[in-house]
């Protein structure tokens, strides 16, 4: 199906795991970003990558890592998953404006509820 | 720099308005709204760019204030369906890496 999909949907692990949360998009969309949602935080970006092979920090990167090697796929990794690591999480992507152009909408995933015991 | 929202939250009857601002201590290239309903993902609403330009969406529209870096969201007659948590994105610079930094959210509840 065409879209940006998010798999699993609901995931729950224990203190210690490795945990990864994968991201698809059939749109060949350049840019891919991976938000967490927590109450009282509102969206805030974990990593982001402007194209296959480049990735950068977010603001919160920390216990995080990501890979792209293709285009259409951003899988996040939390390598040893802790509580405070329970959140929605949340993938997007959006088409590349180019330098000095106007900003394009970001298309989300339905989202990755990660509940850590 | 996360600009701020406000208000927090707002309690609506069908049929009224409300604004909802965005601010930043940032000069801002441009500001994103979307709106998030329980338990779903965010959908965009509308992009405004510096210039002061102002865009409309059936009943909700917006502005952006260069000078004050500010941009007001403008719902009007609301509707049950527009309940649900407003965001606003901000992007600095239409540089190499396109990023928003995001505000934390306006809560708007619409009762019948």
């Known amino acids: 199906d065409a879209g940006i999909t998010q798999s699993p949907r609901y995931k729950i692990t224990e203190t210690g795991r490795q945990v990864t949360l994968m991201c698809h998009q059939t749109w060949s969309h350049s840019y891919m970003f991976w938000y967490r949602q927590d109450l009282g935080h509102g969206l805030r970006l974990i990593y982001y990558s402007a194209a296959a092979d480049i990735t950068d920090k977010g603001e919160v990167p920390d216990g995080y890592v990501v890979s792209r090697s293709k285009t259409e796929n951003f899988p996040l990794t939390l390598e040893s998953a802790t509580r405070s690591q329970t959140s929605v999480y949340f993938c997007a992507s959006t088409r590349s404006p180019g330098l000095d152009s106007p900003p394009l909408e970001q298309y989300f995933g339905p989202g990755t509820r990660l509940t850590v015991t | 720099q996360q600009p701020v929202q406000s208000p927090q939250a707002v309690i609506l009857r069908e049929g009224e308005d409300a604004v909802i601002n965005c601010s930043s201590s940032?000069?801002?290239?441009?500001v994103h709204w979307y709106r998030q309903k329980h338990g779903e993902a965010p959908v965009f609403l509308m992009i405004l760019l510096k210039g002061g330009e102002q865009k409309g969406h059936e009943k909700i529209s917006a502005s952006f204030n260069e000078k004050k870096q500010q941009s007001s969201l403008y719902l009007t007659a609301s509707q049950l369906s527009y309940s649900g948590t407003y965001f606003c994105?901000?992007?600095?610079?239409?540089?190499?890496?396109?990023?928003?930094?995001w505000g934390l959210g306006t809560s708007l509840a619409v009762n019948p």
């Open positions: 940032k000069a801002l290239y441009s």
């Open positions: 994105g901000t992007e600095s610079n239409a540089g190499n890496n396109r990023k928003l930094i």
